[in-house]
Protein backbone atom coordinates (compact mmCIF):
# COMPACT_ATOMS: atom_id res chain seq x y z
CA UNK A 1 0.00 0.00 0.00
CA UNK A 2 1.05 3.49 -1.06
CA UNK A 3 2.70 5.52 2.07
CA UNK A 4 1.67 8.53 1.79
CA UNK A 5 4.54 9.88 4.37
CA UNK A 6 6.90 9.90 1.18
CA UNK A 7 5.31 12.32 -0.76
CA UNK A 8 6.00 15.67 -1.13
CA UNK A 9 4.15 17.76 0.50
CA UNK A 10 3.69 20.55 -2.07
CA UNK A 11 0.74 20.44 -4.51
CA UNK A 12 1.53 21.43 -8.15
CA UNK A 13 -1.37 23.75 -9.78
CA UNK A 14 -3.60 21.99 -12.67
CA UNK A 15 -1.42 21.16 -15.52
CA UNK A 16 -1.35 18.91 -18.46
CA UNK A 17 2.05 16.61 -19.28
CA UNK A 18 2.71 15.23 -22.93
CA UNK A 19 3.10 11.39 -23.21
CA UNK A 20 5.90 9.79 -22.82
CA UNK A 21 8.99 10.04 -21.66
CA UNK A 22 9.35 13.70 -20.88
CA UNK A 23 6.69 14.36 -18.49
CA UNK A 24 8.33 15.44 -14.93
CA UNK A 25 7.20 13.50 -11.90
CA UNK A 26 4.22 13.87 -10.11
CA UNK A 27 3.79 15.30 -6.97
CA UNK A 28 0.62 14.66 -4.40
CA UNK A 29 0.38 16.03 -1.27
CA UNK A 30 1.54 14.37 2.04
CA UNK A 31 -1.77 13.60 4.66
CA UNK A 32 -0.62 16.51 6.44
CA UNK A 33 -2.14 19.25 4.38
CA UNK A 34 -5.59 17.71 4.63
CA UNK A 35 -5.00 16.73 8.68
CA UNK A 36 -5.10 21.03 9.02
CA UNK A 37 -8.63 20.73 7.57
CA UNK A 38 -11.00 19.72 10.40
CA UNK A 39 -12.72 17.24 8.74
CA UNK A 40 -13.12 19.15 5.45
CA UNK A 41 -17.01 21.59 5.75
CA UNK A 42 -18.54 19.27 3.51
CA UNK A 43 -19.54 15.74 4.47
CA UNK A 44 -22.22 13.50 3.21
CA UNK A 45 -23.72 11.78 5.79
CA UNK A 46 -26.92 12.57 7.60
CA UNK A 47 -27.63 12.93 11.08
CA UNK A 48 -30.17 10.13 11.03
CA UNK A 49 -31.32 7.24 9.10
CA UNK A 50 -34.32 5.39 8.57
CA UNK A 51 -34.40 2.11 7.76
CA UNK A 52 -33.74 0.13 3.84
CA UNK A 53 -36.56 -1.36 2.25
CA UNK A 54 -37.14 -4.72 2.84
CA UNK A 55 -33.67 -4.69 5.88
CA UNK A 56 -32.80 -3.75 9.43
CA UNK A 57 -29.64 -1.76 8.54
CA UNK A 58 -28.09 0.09 11.38
CA UNK A 59 -27.54 3.60 10.91
CA UNK A 60 -23.70 4.95 10.64
CA UNK A 61 -22.04 7.37 12.90
CA UNK A 62 -23.26 10.94 13.17
CA UNK A 63 -21.39 13.13 11.15
CA UNK A 64 -21.83 17.10 10.43
CA UNK A 65 -24.33 17.98 8.03
CA UNK A 66 -22.57 19.64 4.43
CA UNK A 67 -23.19 23.30 3.75
CA UNK A 68 -24.89 23.35 0.12
CA UNK A 69 -22.56 25.94 -0.83
CA UNK A 70 -18.83 26.27 -2.05
CA UNK A 71 -16.34 27.44 0.92
CA UNK A 72 -15.06 30.47 0.30
CA UNK A 73 -11.20 30.49 -0.86
CA UNK A 74 -8.66 30.18 2.18
CA UNK A 75 -10.89 28.18 4.66
CA UNK A 76 -10.49 24.76 5.95
CA UNK A 77 -12.87 23.40 3.24
CA UNK A 78 -10.51 24.44 0.12
CA UNK A 79 -7.63 22.91 2.04
CA UNK A 80 -4.85 21.00 -0.26
CA UNK A 81 -6.31 17.39 -1.73
CA UNK A 82 -4.37 14.62 -2.53
CA UNK A 83 -4.14 14.57 -6.73
CA UNK A 84 -5.03 12.22 -9.47
CA UNK A 85 -3.40 11.91 -13.07
CA UNK A 86 -5.12 11.34 -15.65
CA UNK A 87 -4.15 9.73 -18.69
CA UNK A 88 -6.31 10.90 -21.52
CA UNK A 89 -6.94 8.24 -23.90
CA UNK A 90 -7.60 10.26 -26.88
CA UNK A 91 -4.71 12.90 -26.66
CA UNK A 92 -2.77 11.04 -24.96
CA UNK A 93 -1.73 13.66 -22.26
CA UNK A 94 -1.74 13.63 -18.72
CA UNK A 95 -3.87 15.47 -16.49
CA UNK A 96 -2.70 16.00 -13.10
CA UNK A 97 -5.73 17.38 -10.73
CA UNK A 98 -6.97 17.85 -7.00
CA UNK A 99 -9.10 14.65 -5.99
CA UNK A 100 -12.24 16.35 -5.54
CA UNK A 101 -11.87 17.86 -9.27
CA UNK A 102 -11.53 14.55 -10.67
CA UNK A 103 -14.46 13.38 -8.48
CA UNK A 104 -16.73 16.04 -10.42
CA UNK A 105 -15.25 14.72 -13.93
CA UNK A 106 -15.86 11.27 -12.86
CA UNK A 107 -20.01 12.21 -12.35
CA UNK A 108 -19.82 13.73 -15.48
CA UNK A 109 -19.21 10.90 -17.00
CA UNK A 110 -20.44 8.43 -15.32
CA UNK A 111 -24.10 9.97 -14.26
CA UNK A 112 -26.73 12.01 -16.33
CA UNK A 113 -26.73 14.97 -14.41
CA UNK A 114 -30.81 14.47 -14.06
CA UNK A 115 -30.72 11.91 -11.73
CA UNK A 116 -31.55 12.50 -8.19
CA UNK A 117 -28.68 14.77 -6.47
CA UNK A 118 -28.70 11.88 -3.85
CA UNK A 119 -27.85 9.51 -6.53
CA UNK A 120 -24.94 11.76 -7.21
CA UNK A 121 -23.98 12.19 -4.21
CA UNK A 122 -23.75 8.19 -3.63
CA UNK A 123 -21.74 7.88 -7.55
CA UNK A 124 -19.75 10.91 -5.92
CA UNK A 125 -18.33 8.63 -2.60
CA UNK A 126 -18.12 5.35 -5.23
CA UNK A 127 -16.09 6.86 -7.67
CA UNK A 128 -14.03 8.70 -4.92
CA UNK A 129 -13.56 5.38 -2.81
CA UNK A 130 -12.45 3.59 -6.24
CA UNK A 131 -9.59 5.82 -6.40
CA UNK A 132 -8.32 6.30 -3.38
CA UNK A 133 -7.92 2.92 -2.65
CA UNK A 134 -6.11 2.62 -6.12
CA UNK A 135 -3.65 5.92 -5.17
CA UNK A 136 -2.94 4.15 -1.67
CA UNK A 137 -1.97 0.69 -3.24
CA UNK A 138 -0.08 2.14 -5.61
CA UNK A 139 -1.99 0.50 -8.43
CA UNK A 140 -1.49 1.40 -12.10
CA UNK A 141 -2.54 -1.51 -13.58
CA UNK A 142 -4.60 -0.52 -17.21
CA UNK A 143 -2.55 2.45 -17.44
CA UNK A 144 -0.54 3.00 -20.85
CA UNK A 145 1.90 5.13 -18.85
CA UNK A 146 3.46 4.87 -15.75
CA UNK A 147 3.14 8.26 -14.99
CA UNK A 148 -1.02 7.94 -14.41
CA UNK A 149 -2.60 6.87 -11.76
CA UNK A 150 -5.83 5.97 -13.70
CA UNK A 151 -6.98 6.08 -17.15
CA UNK A 152 -10.57 7.79 -18.73
CA UNK A 153 -12.02 4.92 -20.18
CA UNK A 154 -14.75 2.38 -18.40
CA UNK A 155 -11.41 -0.20 -18.17
CA UNK A 156 -11.32 2.57 -14.45
CA UNK A 157 -13.85 5.20 -14.65
CA UNK A 158 -15.09 7.25 -17.52
CA UNK A 159 -13.67 10.63 -17.14
CA UNK A 160 -14.41 14.31 -18.29
CA UNK A 161 -11.15 16.55 -18.40
CA UNK A 162 -11.20 19.75 -17.37
CA UNK A 163 -10.80 21.16 -21.11
CA UNK A 164 -14.08 19.63 -22.32
CA UNK A 165 -16.00 20.65 -18.71
CA UNK A 166 -15.18 24.01 -19.36
CA UNK A 167 -15.97 24.59 -23.04
CA UNK A 168 -18.62 21.91 -23.65
CA UNK A 169 -20.52 22.78 -19.82
CA UNK A 170 -19.68 26.05 -18.39
CA UNK A 171 -19.43 27.59 -21.37
CA UNK A 172 -21.58 25.32 -23.59
CA UNK A 173 -24.88 26.09 -22.11
CA UNK A 174 -25.00 23.25 -18.93
CA UNK A 175 -23.68 25.40 -16.57
CA UNK A 176 -26.56 24.42 -14.23
CA UNK A 177 -25.78 20.84 -14.56
CA UNK A 178 -22.16 21.04 -14.13
CA UNK A 179 -23.10 22.91 -10.69
CA UNK A 180 -25.11 20.49 -9.48
CA UNK A 181 -22.41 17.32 -10.24
CA UNK A 182 -20.00 19.90 -8.05
CA UNK A 183 -22.46 20.23 -5.44
CA UNK A 184 -23.08 16.56 -5.07
CA UNK A 185 -18.66 16.58 -4.53
CA UNK A 186 -18.79 19.13 -2.67
CA UNK A 187 -21.88 17.67 0.13
CA UNK A 188 -19.42 14.58 0.13
CA UNK A 189 -16.19 16.08 0.48
CA UNK A 190 -13.46 13.52 1.11
CA UNK A 191 -15.88 10.83 2.54
CA UNK A 192 -15.15 7.50 1.04
CA UNK A 193 -16.42 3.94 1.96
CA UNK A 194 -14.18 1.20 3.65
CA UNK A 195 -14.56 -2.40 5.39
CA UNK A 196 -12.40 -3.08 8.14
CA UNK A 197 -10.48 0.02 7.76
CA UNK A 198 -9.72 -0.26 4.36
CA UNK A 199 -11.26 1.73 0.98
CA UNK A 200 -13.35 -1.08 -0.33
CA UNK A 201 -13.84 -1.79 -4.45
CA UNK A 202 -16.56 0.31 -5.37
CA UNK A 203 -17.61 -1.30 -8.27
CA UNK A 204 -20.73 0.21 -10.17
CA UNK A 205 -22.90 -0.61 -13.34
CA UNK A 206 -25.97 0.85 -15.08
CA UNK A 207 -29.33 -1.25 -14.24
CA UNK A 208 -30.14 -4.14 -13.26
CA UNK A 209 -32.78 -6.70 -14.31
CA UNK A 210 -33.89 -6.44 -10.41
CA UNK A 211 -31.25 -8.30 -8.40
CA UNK A 212 -27.31 -7.37 -8.36
CA UNK A 213 -24.82 -9.73 -8.44
CA UNK A 214 -22.62 -12.17 -5.77
CA UNK A 215 -18.83 -11.05 -6.56
CA UNK A 216 -17.70 -14.44 -6.91
CA UNK A 217 -20.70 -14.97 -9.98
CA UNK A 218 -18.79 -12.73 -12.41
CA UNK A 219 -15.12 -12.93 -10.90
CA UNK A 220 -15.10 -15.58 -9.14
CA UNK A 221 -13.90 -14.61 -5.87
CA UNK A 222 -16.02 -13.65 -3.04
CA UNK A 223 -16.30 -10.30 -1.57
CA UNK A 224 -18.23 -9.96 1.44
CA UNK A 225 -19.50 -6.53 0.78
CA UNK A 226 -20.36 -7.32 -2.44
CA UNK A 227 -23.26 -9.51 -2.17
CA UNK A 228 -26.37 -9.72 -3.85
CA UNK A 229 -29.59 -7.61 -3.22
CA UNK A 230 -32.62 -6.99 -4.66
CA UNK A 231 -32.85 -3.76 -6.51
CA UNK A 232 -36.69 -3.60 -7.81
CA UNK A 233 -36.40 0.84 -7.85
CA UNK A 234 -35.03 0.69 -11.68
CA UNK A 235 -37.84 -1.50 -13.17
CA UNK A 236 -40.12 1.13 -13.68
CA UNK A 237 -37.66 4.34 -14.75
CA UNK A 238 -34.80 2.42 -16.60
CA UNK A 239 -34.97 3.20 -20.27
CA UNK A 240 -34.45 0.24 -22.54
CA UNK A 241 -34.08 -2.26 -19.38
CA UNK A 242 -34.72 -5.31 -21.91
CA UNK A 243 -32.73 -5.04 -25.44
CA UNK A 244 -33.71 -7.44 -27.90
CA UNK A 245 -30.61 -8.39 -30.53
CA UNK A 246 -31.08 -10.16 -33.59
CA UNK A 247 -27.84 -12.87 -34.95
CA UNK A 248 -27.43 -14.90 -37.67
CA UNK A 249 -27.37 -18.89 -36.61
CA UNK A 250 -23.83 -19.13 -38.36
CA UNK A 251 -22.89 -15.66 -36.65
CA UNK A 252 -23.91 -16.69 -32.96
CA UNK A 253 -22.60 -19.95 -33.33
CA UNK A 254 -19.34 -18.75 -35.11
CA UNK A 255 -18.94 -16.26 -31.87
CA UNK A 256 -19.11 -19.27 -29.46
CA UNK A 257 -16.88 -21.09 -31.16
CA UNK A 258 -19.74 -24.27 -32.23
CA UNK A 259 -19.65 -23.15 -36.26
CA UNK A 260 -20.62 -26.92 -36.83
CA UNK A 261 -23.56 -26.96 -34.48
CA UNK A 262 -27.26 -26.24 -34.23
CA UNK A 263 -29.34 -24.32 -31.22
CA UNK A 264 -32.51 -25.56 -30.22
CA UNK A 265 -35.63 -23.39 -30.72
CA UNK A 266 -35.90 -21.92 -27.28
CA UNK A 267 -33.51 -21.31 -24.04
CA UNK A 268 -33.18 -19.07 -21.35
CA UNK A 269 -35.09 -16.80 -18.46
CA UNK A 270 -38.02 -15.94 -18.32
CA UNK A 271 -39.02 -12.05 -17.49
CA UNK A 272 -39.08 -13.11 -13.92
CA UNK A 273 -35.75 -15.00 -13.84
CA UNK A 274 -37.24 -18.63 -14.02
CA UNK A 275 -35.63 -20.93 -16.35
CA UNK A 276 -37.45 -21.65 -19.36
CA UNK A 277 -38.06 -24.92 -20.82
CA UNK A 278 -36.02 -25.99 -23.84
CA UNK A 279 -37.71 -27.24 -27.04
CA UNK A 280 -35.93 -29.14 -29.95
CA UNK A 281 -36.35 -30.48 -32.72
CA UNK A 282 -33.99 -33.79 -34.37
CA UNK A 283 -31.62 -31.41 -36.46
CA UNK A 284 -31.23 -29.15 -33.10
CA UNK A 285 -28.85 -29.86 -30.50
CA UNK A 286 -29.84 -29.17 -26.79
CA UNK A 287 -29.30 -26.09 -24.63
CA UNK A 288 -30.17 -26.12 -21.28
CA UNK A 289 -29.63 -23.48 -18.42
CA UNK A 290 -27.67 -25.50 -15.71
CA UNK A 291 -27.98 -22.96 -13.49
CA UNK A 292 -28.38 -19.42 -12.06
CA UNK A 293 -27.44 -17.04 -10.00
CA UNK A 294 -28.25 -15.50 -6.92
CA UNK A 295 -28.82 -12.08 -8.80
CA UNK A 296 -31.50 -14.06 -11.29
CA UNK A 297 -28.79 -14.00 -13.85
CA UNK A 298 -27.94 -17.35 -16.03
CA UNK A 299 -24.59 -18.80 -14.21
CA UNK A 300 -23.93 -21.89 -16.04
CA UNK A 301 -25.34 -23.06 -19.61
CA UNK A 302 -25.00 -26.01 -21.94
CA UNK A 303 -25.33 -24.91 -25.17
CA UNK A 304 -24.79 -28.36 -27.94
CA UNK A 305 -23.21 -29.93 -25.07
CA UNK A 306 -20.63 -27.16 -24.26
CA UNK A 307 -20.62 -25.25 -21.01
CA UNK A 308 -20.43 -21.72 -20.98
CA UNK A 309 -21.01 -19.80 -18.30
CA UNK A 310 -23.31 -16.26 -18.29
CA UNK A 311 -20.32 -14.35 -18.38
CA UNK A 312 -18.95 -15.82 -21.46
CA UNK A 313 -22.26 -16.17 -23.61
CA UNK A 314 -22.39 -11.93 -22.30
CA UNK A 315 -18.59 -11.43 -23.80
CA UNK A 316 -18.33 -13.72 -26.62
CA UNK A 317 -21.54 -12.07 -27.95
CA UNK A 318 -21.47 -8.45 -26.87
CA UNK A 319 -24.56 -8.98 -24.92
CA UNK A 320 -25.43 -6.12 -22.17
CA UNK A 321 -25.98 -8.36 -19.35
CA UNK A 322 -25.63 -12.09 -18.43
CA UNK A 323 -29.66 -11.86 -17.55
CA UNK A 324 -30.85 -13.09 -21.33
CA UNK A 325 -33.68 -15.21 -22.70
CA UNK A 326 -32.91 -16.52 -26.45
CA UNK A 327 -35.17 -17.86 -29.58
CA UNK A 328 -35.18 -18.58 -32.80
CA UNK A 329 -37.01 -17.17 -35.29
CA UNK A 330 -37.01 -18.06 -39.36
CA UNK A 331 -33.44 -17.60 -39.54
CA UNK A 332 -32.60 -15.79 -36.98
CA UNK A 333 -31.18 -15.97 -33.25
CA UNK A 334 -33.30 -13.36 -30.89
CA UNK A 335 -31.70 -12.42 -27.79
CA UNK A 336 -33.35 -10.44 -25.59
CA UNK A 337 -30.92 -9.28 -21.99
CA UNK A 338 -32.28 -7.57 -18.56
CA UNK A 339 -30.41 -5.02 -16.88
CA UNK A 340 -27.24 -3.40 -18.29
CA UNK A 341 -23.64 -4.43 -16.99
CA UNK A 342 -21.64 -6.54 -14.91
CA UNK A 343 -24.81 -6.37 -12.05
CA UNK A 344 -21.69 -6.28 -9.31
CA UNK A 345 -22.05 -3.55 -6.43
CA UNK A 346 -24.55 -0.49 -7.01
CA UNK A 347 -26.95 -0.05 -9.49
CA UNK A 348 -27.13 3.78 -11.29
CA UNK A 349 -30.62 3.36 -12.46
CA UNK A 350 -31.75 1.47 -9.04
CA UNK A 351 -29.69 4.53 -7.17
CA UNK A 352 -31.71 7.30 -9.06
CA UNK A 353 -34.64 5.38 -8.03
CA UNK A 354 -34.21 4.88 -4.27
CA UNK A 355 -33.30 8.33 -4.43
CA UNK A 356 -36.51 9.32 -6.45
CA UNK A 357 -38.80 7.50 -3.23
CA UNK A 358 -36.60 9.69 -0.57
CA UNK A 359 -33.58 7.27 0.32
CA UNK A 360 -30.48 9.41 1.37
CA UNK A 361 -27.01 8.68 -0.62
CA UNK A 362 -26.27 7.01 2.89
CA UNK A 363 -29.16 4.76 2.70
CA UNK A 364 -28.23 3.75 -1.25
CA UNK A 365 -25.01 2.82 -0.86
CA UNK A 366 -25.41 0.86 2.57
CA UNK A 367 -27.91 -0.85 0.54
CA UNK A 368 -25.62 -1.58 -2.62
CA UNK A 369 -22.39 -2.40 -0.52
CA UNK A 370 -23.30 -4.71 2.34
CA UNK A 371 -21.59 -3.90 5.56
CA UNK A 372 -19.16 -0.73 5.04
CA UNK A 373 -18.79 1.77 6.88
CA UNK A 374 -18.04 5.71 6.06
CA UNK A 375 -14.34 7.49 6.82
CA UNK A 376 -12.44 10.57 5.28
CA UNK A 377 -9.77 10.62 3.65
CA UNK A 378 -7.71 12.45 5.88
CA UNK A 379 -8.55 10.46 8.69
CA UNK A 380 -7.54 7.00 6.79
CA UNK A 381 -4.27 8.48 5.37
CA UNK A 382 -3.43 10.12 9.39
CA UNK A 383 -3.56 5.74 10.07
Not at 18 to 25: E, I, K, L, Q
Not at 29 to 50: F, K, Y
Not at 73 to 99: D, H, K, W
Not at 261 to 276: E, F, I, M, N
Request: avoid cysteine.
Amino acid sequence: MRDFRYLKRQMQKRRLVRRPGSAPRLRRLAPAAWLAAPLLAGLLLPLALVPLRGGHEPAPPAVPRATASPAAPGTAAAAPQPEVSVYLSQSGQIETLPLEDYVSGVLAAEMPADFELEALKAQAVAARTFIVRRLMAGDHSGVPVPEADVSDTVSHQAYVSLATLERDWEHGGKSAALAKLRRAALETRGVIMTYKGQPITASFFASSGGYTENSEDYWNFAVPYLRSVASPWELAITPNLAVTVSFSTSELLSKLGLESKALPASAGLSATGKVKPVSSSSSALPAVVLSLTDGHRVKEISIGGTVFTGREVREKLGLRSSQFTWKRQGGKVLITTYGNGHGVGMSQWGANGMAKEGSTATQILKHYYSGISFTQVSTLLKK
